[in-house]
């Protein structure tokens, strides 16, 4: 069993759609979770971080994390088609461990 | 600001051969990472630094060899090339690892060994 897992999709939505987008995982130790943004041929870059359990917002997305269930989701409201791209969770145990990556969801949003 | 490059964008090599991917960044960042993106794995780490003059193994470090001589670079060395190792190679660097640790991706290196 890999320690972080996606749906790999590919996840097609209509533009305006609400997404939610998943990652359960299994070290029970993971304190800091971060959603990155992947456009194709290009880096990561950092989108949203929180740290333990619980709910953040920035702008048109909501990071949520539910340690209890070892489940963390990123939900995008009137999703756009610049939103297009490979989302991948990053999380990891303290500080100044290693960060572990999912494999990524791919997002297709349709105008 | 440049933010995070990488040398080559795309090459070709033999197995067997050998070659030296090239990260720079001009962020004065601490920490330096190299990882291997593919299709359905995710970004492993293969070598990090904490600073310059440092490195260490990370998830998949077999096969591949670092230095940071100097802060703002980081190279990857691969001495024996082989086709396991055809993969996406991502350089990212972070100030810090506090909290979450930001860490700022290179655009990406696209190997294939044939």
């Known amino acids: 069993q890999k320690e972080v897992e996606q749906d790999p999709g590919p996840l097609s939505v209509p533009e305006g759609a609400i997404v939610s987008l998943n990652c359960t995982y299994s070290?029970?130790?993971?304190?800091?979770f971060m959603w990155y943004r992947q456009y194709s041929r290009k880096g990561p870059e950092l989108l949203m971080y929180?740290?333990?359990?619980g709910n953040k917002e920035d702008g048109r997305f909501t990071a949520q994390v539910d340690k209890s269930s070892k489940y963390i989701s990123l939900f995008i409201r009137d999703s756009q088609p610049s939103d297009s791209a490979t989302y991948l969770c990053?999380?990891?145990?303290?500080?100044?461990?290693?960060?572990?990556f999912g494999p990524g969801t791919s997002l297709s949003v349709i105008p | 600001n440049a933010g995070v490059t990488q040398t080559p964008k795309f090459r070709v090599l033999k197995t067997g051969q050998s070659m030296t991917l090239l990260c720079a960044q001009d962020?004065?960042?601490?920490?330096m990472y190299w990882y291997r993106q593919d299709p359905g794995m995710g970004l492993r780490l293969i070598h990090y630094?904490?600073?310059?003059?440092?490195?260490a193994k990370g998830e998949v470090p077999d096969g591949y060899n670092v230095s940071r001589l100097k802060k703002q670079n980081f190279l990857l060395g691969l001495e024996s090339a082989a086709p396991s190792q055809t993969s996406v190679y991502f350089c990212?660097?972070?100030?810090?690892?506090?909290?979450?640790?930001?860490?700022?991706f290179g655009p990406g290196t696209r190997l294939l060994v044939l």
């Open positions: 929180t740290y333990s359990s």
């Open positions: 990053a999380m990891k145990e303290t500080s100044y461990d290693k960060v572990i």
């Open positions: 630094s904490v600073g310059e003059g440092t490195t």
């Open positions: 962020m004065n960042h601490e920490y």
């Open positions: 990212a660097s972070s100030l810090s690892q506090v909290g979450g640790g930001t860490q700022y």
């Open positions: 070290n029970s130790a993971f304190q800091y």
